[in-house]
């Protein structure tokens, strides 16, 4: 949806849900990595970029402490009151809203109406994008003064506090520092976010991205897990993060196979990042695509973070002429996978594609094309 459907959409759902006209419409886009996979919460590097798919939030500052929220899909929230703001039921999407809000802690309370084109589920990013378009409509309307950074830090409070979810805070700072042409070189560590050209079109290649729709759920079970694990083989070898380790230093962990294999995984990629945005720099796609590869079987062998479709299109991927490398990309546990390959291949891709999933009874799976787009903003009203 462009910018002008975007106010259209979501003023007219604000005018049926609310009655009158919102403040104003913004709108926060999902991310793909490109890699950097689970090293986000231990201070590592990671390379997403945001995508023209987005969260959308009209919004109306209300006169008294009143939170009321409706979303296109899911229907309306309860109300809520700015004073006693607490996380609802598990997997609500309306925590991430409540959570933002309790950290910016605006003076009023107000109207929401929620719409997205972007899936939910999918490995793309909508919770942080929800909590960015939300983030950025309450900084303005409010004239909080909130710089994008700590706006991607509220995000990852309402995640931790109010959804449960201990994540790092790579999709929150590619949401609101996305930038077209450009993927974002993340040192989580620092929290620097550096541009990098990201033009795989100029050398006749494309970033496919397959909806595997096997459903990934961050809330809850695996990602909380490898949180844990990780930051027991951190206190294992005595560094606070293992951003800290090199790879000679893992055989130190050579008496817990489980630990090594997840230290393994976060210690290679950081290195994996570096090599990508050396190799992207060069124009060497070839190297991109080796890496995204390694990054893959990094993340379902040590890291244990994949899934039979994932799995399948990265297979598939390598069996597809024109195809320079694959990987999952995001939590994992089912989601979307990156191809890197040839423009004029996609269509190849696609169907060699749902020719397997359907070999396999599986529900059809989505492929679509993406480049780096904008960070969240307000959407200007079209006259
Ligand atoms: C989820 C989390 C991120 C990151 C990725 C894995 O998307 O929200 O912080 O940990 O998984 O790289």
Request: net charge negative; proline share 6%; aromatic share 6%.
């Given at each position: 949806?462009?910018?002008?459907?975007?106010?259209?959409?979501?003023?007219?759902?604000?005018?049926?849900?609310?009655?009158?006209?919102?403040?104003?419409?913004?709108?926060?886009?999902?991310?793909?990595?490109?890699?950097?996979?689970?090293t986000d919460y231990q201070e590592g590097l990671c390379l997403p970029m945001a995508i023209n798919r987005h969260v959308v939030v009209a919004v109306r500052p209300r006169s008294d402490r009143l939170v009321r929220a409706v979303s296109s899909s899911r229907g309306p929230a309860p109300d809520v009151d700015?004073?006693?703001?607490?996380?609802?039921?598990?997997?609500?999407?309306?925590?991430?809203?409540?959570?933002?809000?309790?950290?910016?802690?605006?003076?009023?309370?107000?109207?929401?109406?929620?719409?997205?084109?972007?899936?939910?589920?999918?490995?793309?990013?909508?919770?942080?994008?929800?909590?960015?378009?939300?983030?950025?409509?309450?900084?303005?309307?409010?004239?909080?003064?909130?710089?994008?950074?700590?706006?991607?830090?509220?995000?990852?409070?309402?995640?931790?506090?109010?959804?449960?979810?201990?994540?790092?805070?790579?999709?929150?700072?590619?949401?609101?520092?996305?930038?077209?042409?450009?993927?974002?070189?993340?040192?989580?560590?620092?929290?620097?976010?550096?541009?990098?050209?990201?033009?795989?079109?100029?050398?006749?290649?494309?970033?496919?991205?397959?909806?595997?729709?096997?459903?990934?759920?961050?809330?809850?079970?695996?990602?909380?897990?490898?949180?844990?694990?990780?930051?027991?083989?951190?206190?294992?070898?005595?560094?606070?993060?293992?951003?800290?380790?090199?790879?000679?230093d893992l055989t130190r962990l050579e008496g817990q196979p489980l630990l090594l294999c997840r230290a393994r995984h976060v210690v290679s990629e950081n290195a994996r990042v570096r090599t990508v945005v050396d190799a992207a720099s060069r124009g060497d796609w070839e190297r991109v695509g080796q890496a995204?590869?390694?990054?893959?079987?990094?993340?379902?062998?040590?890291?244990?973070?994949?899934?039979?479709?994932?799995?399948?299109?990265?297979?598939?991927?390598?069996?597809?002429?024109?195809?320079?490398?694959?990987?999952?990309?995001?939590?994992?546990?089912?989601?979307?996978?990156?191809?890197?390959?040839?423009?004029?291949?996609?269509?190849?891709?696609?169907?060699?594609?749902?020719?397997?999933?359907?070999?396999?009874?599986?529900?059809?799976?989505?492929?679509?094309?993406?480049?780096?787009?904008?960070?969240?903003?307000?959407?200007?009203?079209?006259?």
């Open positions: 949806m462009d910018a002008r459907d975007a106010w259209r959409r979501a003023g007219e759902g604000f005018s049926g849900s609310f009655g009158g006209r919102p403040a104003g419409v913004w709108w926060a886009p999902g991310r793909v990595n490109l890699i950097g996979e689970h700015l004073d006693a703001l607490r996380p609802g039921p598990r997997d609500s999407w309306f925590n991430y809203v409540v959570g933002v809000l309790a950290v910016l802690a605006p003076s009023a309370g107000c109207d929401l109406f929620i719409d997205a084109d972007l899936p939910v589920g999918a490995g793309l990013s909508s919770s942080a994008a929800l909590e960015m378009a939300v983030a950025v409509a309450i900084n303005d309307l409010f004239a909080l003064g909130r710089t994008p950074e700590d706006l991607a830090l509220a995000g990852q409070r309402a995640e931790h506090d109010f959804a449960g979810v201990s994540s790092g805070l790579m999709d929150q700072l590619a949401s609101v520092f996305g930038r077209p042409g450009h993927a974002l070189l993340l040192d989580t560590r620092t929290r620097a976010v550096t541009p990098v050209p990201w033009r795989p079109e100029d050398a006749g290649l494309a970033l496919a991205v397959v909806d595997t729709r096997a459903e990934h759920r961050v809330v809850g079970g695996g990602y909380e897990a490898r949180v844990r694990e990780v930051r027991a083989a951190a206190a294992a070898l005595g560094v606070p993060a293992l951003r800290d380790v090199a790879p000679e995204l590869l390694a990054s893959h079987r990094s993340l379902a062998e040590d890291y244990e973070v994949s899934h039979p479709a994932l799995d399948a299109v990265v297979d598939r991927a390598a069996r597809t002429p024109g195809a320079l490398g694959a990987r999952l990309t995001g939590a994992g546990f089912g989601g979307s996978a990156i191809v890197l390959l040839r423009a004029d291949a996609v269509g190849m891709l696609e169907e060699g594609l749902h020719e397997e999933f359907a070999r396999r009874g599986w529900v059809p799976c989505g492929v679509q094309t993406f480049c780096p787009g904008d960070g969240a903003a307000r959407v200007a009203e079209a006259v």
